[in-house]
């Protein structure tokens, strides 16, 4: 199974924020290649990253996790912003959580996010460690 990890998730170790051990957990033991990451979350958490004066950080993040380690790299058409629309109203999500909604679905992926939004969806989303599980 391949999962999407949301924006969130990577920002909170990134960031050494609460749940980073969980999410250090979930790295150290799951292959990296289980792993997807969309464009639009990749451009955020160096957007992020940057606004925190950790650009060091997200070239770690670049070099370990996205080029070197095997995690897929996703985008979305354009076309596909019409979804992505659609989802935002539908479910009342915030433009971000409509993309990897989207993203999710039509890769046929599991969402890994610490965000509660998901929940009101059909997609619904797991925590590291329930994966972990």
């Known amino acids: 199974m391949i999962y999407l990890v949301d924006t ?34 990749f451009y955020s958490i160096g957007i992020i990253l940057e606004q925190h004066g950790q650009m060091e950080a997200f070239e770690d993040f670049l070099s370990d996790l996205v080029i070197d380690s095997g995690v897929a790299k996703i985008r979305l058409d354009t076309i596909d912003v019409k979804e992505v629309l659609h989802i935002r109203k539908k479910f009342k999500l915030d433009f971000d959580d409509a993309y ?26 797991k925590t590291p460690a329930q994966i972990l599980k």
């Open 8 to 41: 969130n998730v990577w920002l909170e170790e990134l960031l050494e924020q609460r749940n980073a051990p969980e999410v250090r957990n979930l790295l150290a033991n799951t292959d990296p290649r289980f792993f997807a990451l969309t464009e639009f979350s």
């Open 100 to 125: 990897q909604y989207v993203a999710a679905k039509k890769h046929g992926l599991t969402l890994i996010s610490f965000d509660s939004d998901f929940d009101r969806t059909d997609l619904k989303r």
